[in-house]
């Protein structure tokens, strides 16, 4: 099922797995949505005031509450059940078996308002030579999972790819590691969905992801024309007026 006004179509291998939950979910509650909104004006209607009719007074009904009881334990045991699979393969990326081995290491910094991603280089490892980093630009190669270290410099984030149905706070002081492997080449938004201060709403970035050949020419490329391995560190002047803002309301 595809409601193009709900979520763009999925482009990362979990993202259909990942939207038959989010369905089974919004099935079961849009059914008690139902259910409960229909009692309601029901009784609304039948219980209404009518001249003599007196309220019957009731200390209660154990059956009533047994079954109340026992039907959303059972769904929400259910829904445990359903999820549990897809649930580990997606979030425990530091368990064998989910994100896999061969998987491409990043690393993304989240700070007041910016994504910083550091890329590995040709040797495939973190914290060597020749990394280097872009600002809000993420790229990936198609068909190859990415396993992408996430932290924060300063306050919460939450990095949103919406198209590959991840979504991952940064938290200060803590590295969490998220991966994805993408489906389809193109261009994808990355959000912050974590209200983070008076610039979140551009804290944005884009993701690109290439045939993997075309990953390797782009990378070559950056390294050629000297992509340093850090990027420079004074905020933007606009950034550094929204954090005199902020501060200026913090202390009223
Ligand atoms: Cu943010």
Redesign the pocket.
């Known amino acids: 099922m595809n409601w193009g006004w709900m979520m763009p179509e999925s482009a990362s291998t979990f993202g259909a797995g990942i939207d038959s939950i989010y369905y089974i979910i919004l099935w079961i509650t849009g059914a008690i949505f139902v259910l409960v909104e229909t009692a309601l004006i029901v009784f609304i209607i039948r219980y209404r005031h009518r001249e003599g009719r007196v309220a019957v007074h009731t200390h209660g009904s154990k059956k009533a509450e047994i079954v109340w009881t026992v039907i959303p334990l059972i769904l929400v045991l259910f829904i445990v059940y359903a999820s549990n699979d897809i649930w580990l393969q997606v979030k425990r990326a530091d368990q064998e078996g989910a994100a896999p081995a061969d998987a491409l290491p990043l690393r993304v910094v989240?700070k007041?308002?910016e994504w910083n991603v550091t890329y590995p280089g040709p040797d495939e490892e973190l914290d060597t030579g020749d990394d280097f980093v872009k600002r809000n630009q993420l790229h990936v190669p198609i068909g190859r999972a990415v396993r992408i270290d996430l932290g924060s410099e300063d306050?919460i984030?939450?990095f949103f790819l919406p198209d590959f149905r991840v979504k991952q706070d940064a938290v200060p002081g803590m590295t969490i590691p998220v991966w994805f492997e993408a489906t389809r080449t193109g261009e994808f938004p990355v959000a912050?969905a974590?209200l983070?201060?008076l610039g979140?709403y551009r804290?944005r970035a884009s993701l690109t992801v290439h045939e993997a050949d075309d990953f390797d020419r782009w990378q070559a490329e950056e390294l050629a024309a000297g992509t340093p391995a850090e990027v420079a560190d004074e905020p933007e002047a606009d950034t550094a007026e929204e954090n005199k803002v902020s501060e200026g309301e913090d202390s009223a």
Do not use: K, L, N, T
């Open positions: 989240a007041q308002f306050v984030h939450s912050c974590e983070c201060g979140h804290m």
